[in-house]
């Protein structure tokens, strides 16, 4: 049975970039599968935002910034544990820029996270001290929508915790598994489906929808 996509349903489209893409600092293995794909999910959708991943070139989460650290290793921030990534997104840098071979000319927001240099952010609605808010959720809220459907980069980090966060903040939520391609750092990929699954998150098939 197909997915019928209602005016009240709303795309979000997540970190597809350069740097995540073949070729990027911090590449996504067959990243560049999703772009067709979330282009042809898009045209049923009315609304869409991106979000793009946007660090200073000194952000916290780059290992360049501990000295004696690796990329992939993990340190103690203020706010709980970080995984520490190649540098990657930084803004302004041709690796941060959403792909050209996206196709959404309808998108109606493009979504930055990530620019304070000292919290992370892999969520669209939050950041990773928990607290400061991107203003994601009120902008979902004013616009009148009910369920977001999410696909991107990478699914055990920015998808994921978007996924999440959007379910906290009280809208239903829906990944669509083969629109995601994950990074899958120890175990995170199955980590994250299972605490998205607990968080309420429905997963489909772009099958689901496309038909
Ligand atoms: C992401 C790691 C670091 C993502 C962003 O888009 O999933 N992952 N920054
Ligand atoms: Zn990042």
């Given amino acids: 049975m197909?997915?019928?996509?209602?005016?009240?349903?709303?795309?979000?489209?997540?970190?597809?970039?350069?740097?995540?893409?073949?070729?990027?600092?911090?590449?996504?293995?067959?990243?560049?599968?999703?772009?067709?794909?979330?282009?042809?999910?898009?045209?049923k959708f009315t609304h869409v935002v991106c979000t793009q991943?946007?660090?200073?070139?000194?952000?916290?989460?780059?290992?360049?910034?501990?000295?004696?650290?690796?990329?992939?290793e993990t340190v103690q921030l203020p706010?709980?544990?970080?995984?520490?990534?190649?540098?990657?997104?930084?803004?302004?840098?041709?690796?941060a820029a959403l792909s050209a071979d996206l196709d959404i000319p309808q998108a109606q927001l493009i979504l930055r996270k990530g620019y304070n240099r000292a919290i992370d952010s892999y969520s669209g609605f939050q950041e990773a001290d928990r607290e400061t808010l991107t203003g994601l959720a009120g902008y979902l809220n004013e616009r009148d929508i009910g369920r977001l459907y999410i696909v991107g980069l990478a699914t055990d980090f920015c998808v994921g915790w978007t996924a999440i966060d959007g379910a906290a903040a009280g809208f239903d939520v829906t990944v669509i598994e083969d629109a995601t391609r994950a990074i899958d750092n120890e175990g995170s990929l199955a980590r994250a489906w299972a605490d998205m699954a607990e968080a309420g998150v429905e997963r489909v098939m772009s099958r689901d929808i496309l038909g």
């Fill in 2 to 43: 197909t997915l019928q996509i209602s005016p009240s349903d709303l795309l979000v489209v997540v970190d597809v970039q350069y740097d995540f893409l073949p070729g990027g600092s911090l590449a996504v293995a067959d990243g560049d599968a999703v772009v067709p794909l979330i282009n042809a999910l898009a045209k």
């Fill in 53 to 72: 991943d946007w660090h200073p070139a000194d952000h916290i989460s780059f290992a360049s910034q501990h000295p004696g650290k690796a990329p992939f």
């Fill in 79 to 95: 706010y709980g544990s970080q995984v520490l990534w190649p540098d990657h997104c930084v803004w302004n840098s041709h690796g």
